[in-house]
């Protein structure tokens, strides 16, 4: 991950550790709709803040 700084690719890498360590299906499943929630999220937010930059209303 050449893109991200020094400090997220090692947060990014102690995480995957994690997640590879972890044998719970159902806490994995909960971590992968954490993760698709705050994607989401994300994503919603970018639009927002994308559209006020460019002076436009956002779509709903």
Known sequence: MPDLSLA???EHETQA?????CT???EL????KSLLKAWHMQAEMTQHYGAQALGVAPRP
């Not at 550790?17 to 360590?21: E, L, N, Q, T, W």
């Not at 499943?29 to 992968?32: G, K, N, V």
Request: hydrophobic share 55%; net charge neutral; no cysteine.
């Open 8 to 10: 997220r690719q090692f």
């Open 17 to 21: 550790r994690a997640i590879d360590a």
């Open 24 to 26: 719970d299906l159902e």
């Open 29 to 32: 499943r909960a971590l992968a």
